[in-house]
């Protein structure tokens, strides 16, 4: 710091760049490790919504930092639940082990509806971020995704945990609520992250993570070895 003027110099930025830089490698260091661990147990599967989850999701951030599968649909725009359905029901079938799905937006929808439309015993739990509210939201994209109205109202059949903020477009927070109780899910205030989504550049999103790694130690019950 300059003594004189009390201001930062160049070298007390450069330092404290390098500082938040080793926190934030830091962070994913540990969080990698949970999510190996849960790789030994679990076949975590990222469930993306509408569009896929761009390069500034955290979906695929969590994707490359640790090494978690993605689901793969042939029409990212123009959904269909059959089509949709149909491709969940091969990856989680095909999993050598229990699945954990980490679903976003549609991605919830269709996880729910899943769950109860299906056996699941090859379902661990379900972890839900901002599910798309088809029965309420306004949004502008809404006409793409209505035909997976009306949402699952069945409790779930596995532990659910759900995330959501309180100003998503898509989801107020009194539904979100609604949901989650509906659902019987854990629910935790994501705070004011929008939709969670490609455009509130959440970067690895580790508040995320760690309620992930939470629900799943405290929830998720392990595989007889």
Do not use: C
Not at 36 to 57: C, D, M, N, R
Not at 175 to 203: M, P
């Amino acid at each position: 710091m300059n003594l004189f003027s009390g201001r930062a110099t160049a070298l007390d930025l450069a330092a404290s760049a390098r500082a938040l830089s080793f926190q934030h490698s830091s962070e994913e260091t540990v969080l990698a490790a949970e999510f190996h661990h849960i790789k030994t147990q679990f076949t975590p599967l990222l469930v993306p919504g509408l569009f896929g989850s761009g390069q500034h999701h955290w979906q695929t951030r969590w994707e490359t930092a640790f090494g978690l599968p993605r689901l793969h649909q042939a029409d990212w725009e123009n959904p269909t639940p059959e089509e949709w359905d149909a491709a969940l029901t091969q990856a989680i079938q095909h999993a050598e082990k229990p699945v954990l799905l980490i679903a976003h937006s549609l991605g919830a929808v269709l996880t729910m509806r899943w769950l109860a439309q299906h056996e699941s015993s090859n379902v661990a739990g379900a972890f839900l971020v901002a599910p798309a509210d088809i029965e309420h939201t306004t949004h502008p994209e809404a006409s793409r995704i209505n035909a997976f109205a009306p949402l699952s109202e069945a409790p779930s059949p596995v532990p659910v945990a759900m995330m959501a903020s309180r100003n998503d477009q898509w989801l107020s927070n009194d539904r979100a609520r609604l949901l989650a109780q509906r659902w019987q899910a854990e629910f935790t205030d994501a705070g004011l992250t929008g939709h969670v989504g490609s455009n509130d550049f959440l970067g690895l999103w580790s508040h995320g993570a760690r309620t992930l790694i939470s629900f799943v130690q405290r929830r998720l019950t392990t595989p007889a070895q």
